[in-house]
């Protein structure tokens, strides 16, 4: 199994010379699985270059999983260009939207409405199949099995588990640490989630500093998700969700200062688009 990071922003994309080395782009990861099965975890803007990089690859099927509709996860599938194509296949799964009761094709196709696109549903020319998930399902996808639990953000917000052939990783989508108000074995639930994965890709947006004045805001920090990722045994972690008003220098620099903090932590590195990763 092997992934790719196509976008990394959180938030809102931030494209300009500050942020070139670790990419505008918002969340998108490209999986493939021994099998050589597409996943592709949540829609970001990055998933308009994955989307332009497949063309020469068609028909195929895309095996696309939302952690969360929040807009920088959603708002690149208007623009995936093989969605628009007869032959391919868009398997769509994700949460609905509680506080309506809409599902997960509703709430992605309402930013395809006229107001908002220019194209409309009936344009969509693939094979499209939506799926709204519901927390312990699990999915199997080729050889790869696909589980997921929901962690802390304003929105239903599912972290994905990718099983295949004994590696694993763990993708959160945004995710805020239970504080005071949770039950302990909450926390621990994740961690259990987390165990031993070979690659934790985690919402680290802010530092242990910013932290306080964006308390509930539904994202971690650099700390937390190195402590996580020592107590739960994984192998390397991936710190993602990129604050969008930070440069590079700032990034690699707050980054650097929170590893020094947790020298015992396992690996990890600030994800960059681009990057690809073998397990
Ligand atoms: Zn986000
Ligand atoms: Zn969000």
């Known amino acids: 199994m092997h992934f790719t ?36 975890l949540d829609a970001g803007t990055g998933i308009f270059p994955l989307g332009q990089s497949l063309l020469s690859q068609m028909p195929f099927t895309t095996h696309l999983f939302i952690s969360h509709t929040h807009w920088d996860h959603i708002q690149g599938l208007p623009f995936f260009a093989p969605a628009f194509v007869a032959g391919n296949t868009l398997r769509i799964h994700g949460p609905g939207d509680p506080s309506t009761g809409r ?61 295949c052939n004994g590696k694993s990783l763990v993708f959160t989508g945004d995710h805020e640490w239970p504080n005071g108000d949770d039950p302990p074995e909450r926390r621990q ?19 242990r500093e910013e932290y306080p004045a964006k308390r509930g805001w539904g994202h971690g920090t650099f700390d937390d998700s190195l402590i996580a990722a020592e107590e739960a045994g994984v192998g390397c972690v991936y710190l993602t969700h990129h604050e969008p008003t930070r440069s590079d220098d700032e990034l690699e620099r707050v980054c650097a200062l929170a590893q020094a903090r947790h020298p015992t932590a396992p690996p990890s590195l600030l994800t960059q688009e681009g990057m690809t990763v073998e397990l």
């Open 189 to 207: 639930a994740i961690i259990e989630f987390f165990r031993g994965a070979d690659a934790l890709i985690i919402d680290s947006t802010y530092t």
């Open 5 to 40: 990071f196509w976008g990394v922003r959180g938030s809102i994309a931030a494209p300009g010379r500050h942020t070139v080395r670790h990419g505008g782009n918002t969340t998108c990861i490209e999986v493939r699985t021994d099998d050589d099965e597409l996943i592709v």
């Open 103 to 163: 599902d997960i094709r509703e709430v992605l196709m309402r930013q395809m409405e006229f107001a908002y696109f220019p194209v409309g549903e009936p344009e969509l020319e693939a094979d499209m199949a939506y799926h709204t998930l519901h927390e312990g399902q699990c999915i199997d996808v080729g050889q790869a099995r696909v589980t997921n639990l929901l962690l802390g953000h304003p929105v239903p917000n599912f972290g994905y588990r990718i099983d």
